[in-house]
């Protein structure tokens, strides 16, 4: 009976360390005896006991925050930058091999160049080019981490604090930038009704009629409202022979 319930526990024990479920987005790397043998899973897997070691890997991206950091941009403003990288394990045995806590390493090669990355780039550059900046780092942040079986996606930053003091000194540059353009455009106004009004003073002087007509529909909008002004209009025909005589005494006094 005893050798029977030893046999049935030992089975039992086989099982619990030989049997292994990994989900979809997990490998598991397998060492025997110290040695890698291969990543396995999604699935069922089976391990020699005592002899096999499994570590698990997840394949799934990851997004990791990278602290604020205190960066002097080089045009010498001091601000703190923090961004997001998005990563995912491409070969598990590289990153189980390659680097002993993958997580760690990105997170302190993420600080350090996202530091040496901005410290290179001027504030207006670093505020108006993210797209520039987010490839830039991306870009190294892939290369040294390729050799450890991991891919970087994407490097975004997500916030740039300002000082205080360069707060107000870009908040005035916006004010003064913003007044300039309203002068200009009202400089443009008054050009454009300054040649509006030439064209008309052609006509009209074509066509003295016109003025007449002008002066007509003048009296008619003023007449339209409610006021107690009392307009009697004068044709400017029985004033032009006393221009006239005046006009001709002064050039022959």
């Not at 030992?10 to 997990?26: C, G, H, P, Q, R």
């Not at 990851?62 to 080089?74: C, G, K, S």
Request: with cysteine; charged share 25%.
């Amino acid at each position: 009976m005893y050798p029977i319930i030893g046999v049935i526990v030992l089975i039992v024990f086989f099982l619990f360390t030989a049997l292994k479920i990994l989900n979809e987005y997990e490998r598991a790397v397998i060492f025997r005896l110290g040695r890698v043998i291969n990543a396995k899973g999604p699935g069922l897997i089976i391990l020699i006991p005592i002899v096999d070691k499994m570590v698990k890997v997840s394949m799934r991206l990851v997004a990791m925050d990278v602290d604020p950091q205190d960066v002097i941009t080089l045009d010498n403003v001091s601000v703190k930058v923090n961004a997001v990288i998005y990563f995912r394990v491409i070969d598990p045995i590289k990153a189980i091999v390659e680097v002993e806590n993958y997580n760690y390493a990105i997170s302190q090669l993420a600080q350090t160049t996202l530091r040496s990355v901005c410290g290179g780039a001027e504030l207006d550059e670093l505020l108006s080019a993210r797209d520039k900046i987010n490839a830039q780092l991306q870009e190294i942040l892939d290369t040294h981490t390729d050799p450890w079986g991991i891919k970087v996606a994407t490097v975004e930053l997500k916030h740039i604090d300002l000082p205080q003091e360069m707060q107000r000194a870009m908040a005035k540059q916006a004010e003064a930038e913003r007044e300039r353009r309203a002068k200009v455009i009202n400089a443009e106004g008054e050009f454009q009704a300054a040649d509006r009004l030439a064209a008309a003073a052609k006509i009209i002087d074509a066509y003295p009629t016109a003025i007449q007509l002008r002066y007509l529909q003048t009296m008619r909008e003023m007449s339209a409202e409610n006021n107690t002004t009392t307009v009697f209009p004068l044709p400017i025909d029985l004033f032009r022979p006393f221009l006239q005589l005046m006009e001709s005494k002064k050039d022959h006094p």
